[in-house]
């Protein structure tokens, strides 16, 4: 049987009723079909050219962050709505060639199929591919060399733009930068890893002030000038049984207290702090009586300072903020997944899935009567990878 016959026969076995067909252009050459197919192209071309776009962008485009006041801000700011409107661009212009052709080309019908039960039988599945090339030979795409290759190319570019951007998120996970606020890029570096440098560090909370407005010649602007956001804590700041999350404040991002510059702009670089995956740590007073019990883990004996004990805020179950704090009972809970951590036996998981203690961050009172690091923590932060060893 030709493929023709097949196709009829297909429609006939599958209780299918034709009940209205025409074709768009059934003398060949007419001047109505060669407009339709500009359109498609024009629609096809934009797409191909926003994919480019898109891809050029996300190649080339200056992405690296620029904070205020550093040359080439603006072109910063733009580069991720440049990505947004290239795609949306390719992948729409695609969809508008593709709906075009759908409503212009290809030949109208209308069909009824009365349903049935179970699986097809094996002459269904046949006359189904049949069918299958029917719709392609009627669609007259075949002989469109033309659109199909503007479609096969706006297609991939279009694919390439919802792809592409993954490539971004694959990186080398022992790859270190430089050391910096934040850590080294690398997973068991943060902030608090300065302290290795020398580096004095504040354990620093977090205020929540943000920019104000600001009024010069040039007209009022937003400014974070003589804004701190983050604020050295001595340990009267804290009540006992209380819980204060704190951040790494470099001595050289100071902006408190006798060292109050109102000129002073250090805003970007405490967002930078409180930003850094690795940072927040819980700053715990216990109670005395609790105090008195505490267990300390061999070789973090002298981690603490006095009642004062400094927690990784990062979960070693997958790393959410174990952010509550049960003043009764002492424990430390992770609203994640429930686990829950004992902070008068240094951190030990008594509850839940975290298999690993919170680490312990050395900390001391400096000659001014702040908190500060006394090193580093000693051992990775967050959930267990395979380069842990506790
Ligand atoms: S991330 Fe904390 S319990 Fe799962």
């Not at 033309?146 to 792809?163: E, W």
């Not at 790494?248 to 409180?274: A, C, K, W």
């Not at 998981?349 to 090193?375: C, K, M, N, S, W």
Request: hydrophobic share 40%; charged share 20%; aromatic share 10%.
């Amino acid at each position: 049987m030709s493929n023709e016959e097949l196709a009829r026969l297909g429609t006939e076995l599958d209780d299918v009723t034709i009940a209205y067909r025409k074709e768009r252009f059934p003398i060949p050459n007419d001047p109505a079909e060669k407009r339709t197919v500009r359109g498609i192209t024009i629609w096809l071309i934009i797409s191909i050219i926003s994919g480019l776009a898109f891809l050029g962008t996300y190649l080339f485009w200056p992405w690296e962050y620029r904070s205020h006041g550093d040359e080439g801000l603006m072109w910063y700011t733009l580069f991720t709505p440049a990505l947004g409107l290239f795609a949306g661009l390719a992948i729409l212009a695609l969809g508008f060639a593709v709906v075009l052709y759908v409503k212009k080309l290809l030949p109208e019908e209308i069909a009824v199929q009365r349903r049935h039960d179970g699986g097809s039988e094996e002459i269904d599945r046949h006359t189904l591919v049949a069918l299958l090339n029917d719709s392609w030979q009627t669609s007259t795409l075949g002989r469109r060399k033309v659109l199909q290759g503007l479609l096969g190319a706006s297609g991939l570019l279009a694919g390439l733009a919802i792809v592409a951007p993954l490539g971004g998120m694959i990186k080398n996970p022992w790859k270190a930068g430089e050391l910096g606020i934040q850590g080294d890029g690398t997973l068991w570096t943060s902030g608090w890893t300065l302290a290795n440098n020398d580096v004095k560090l504040y354990l620093a909370r977090d205020t929540g002030a943000i920019a104000q407005p600001h009024t010069s010649e040039a007209g009022t602007h937003m400014s974070t000038t003589g804004i701190t956001r983050l604020v050295r804590v001595r340990p009267e700041d804290l009540s006992a049984g209380g819980m204060e999350t704190v951040y790494p404040l470099p001595q050289s991002y100071v902006n408190d207290g006798d060292l109050f510059d109102e000129t002073r702009d250090v805003y970007e670089d405490h967002m930078h702090s409180i930003h850094g995956p690795r940072n927040g740590v819980m700053l715990i007073r216990l109670r005395p009586d609790d105090a008195e019990r505490a267990i300390e883990r061999e070789g973090q004996e002298d981690f603490h300072y006095g009642d004062y004990y400094a927690y990784s805020k990062i979960c070693t179950h997958i790393g959410c903020p174990t952010s509550l704090y049960e003043a009764q009972t002492n424990r430390i809970l992770c609203p994640c997944h429930q686990s829950q951590f004992d902070a008068l036996q240094y951190g030990k998981p008594v509850f839940g899935p975290a298999a690993r203690a919170l680490p312990q961050l050395p900390i001391t009172v400096d000659e001014e009567g702040y908190l500060i690091a006394e090193g580093n923590f000693i051992e990775s932060l967050g959930p267990a990878f395979w380069e842990r060893k506790s």
